[in-house]
């Protein structure tokens, strides 16, 4: 007889905090959603104003349940293109990194995703209403700050 015991042990995620040499000044996001049942998502372009504090070589940002276009993501410094070396992705923290030689100063990173629009009360997401016996959907947002649910 051939026996195999698998044993993993299970870690808490703890360390969500986004590293503290980008620090993000605004935000520009465009959100094109679609109420069609069958085909709810969601399409986006976010530029972002980024100060580097100090030379590093990534730019982390949160991000959840989006797929974004690598080949559309674009970095800029002082409307100089700078090479992205790679994209990485934690699904545990929820991070999505951009790679690469990232000096002090000024950046902006436009990146172009797409996501689906759940229905779970969290992030940019649809709900819908009766109107007569007709479904009507409409794209909404609570404005939460985070949407980490806790598990004890």
Request: glycine share 6%.
């Amino acid at each position: 007889q051939e026996a195999t015991l698998t044993a993993t042990e299970v870690v808490p995620v703890t360390d969500v905090r986004l590293p503290s040499h980008a620090i993000p000044d605004s935000y520009v996001i465009h959100l094109t959603p679609f109420l069609i049942p069958g085909n709810f998502t969601i399409e986006g372009h976010v530029s972002i104003a980024i100060n580097v504090m100090q030379d590093a070589n990534n730019i982390t940002l949160n991000i959840k349940d989006i797929l974004i276009y690598e080949n559309m993501v674009r970095l800029t410094k002082e409307g100089q293109v700078v090479k992205i070396e790679g994209h990485g992705y934690d699904e545990a923290r929820e991070f999505y990194t951009v790679k690469g030689d990232i000096k002090s100063g000024q950046y902006k990173l436009d990146i172009a995703f797409q996501a689906d629009l759940n229905d779970d009360l969290a992030g940019f997401y649809r709900s819908s209403y009766m109107n007569g016996n007709e479904t009507r959907y409409i794209a909404t947002s609570q404005m939460d700050a985070t949407d980490r649910k806790s598990t004890v």
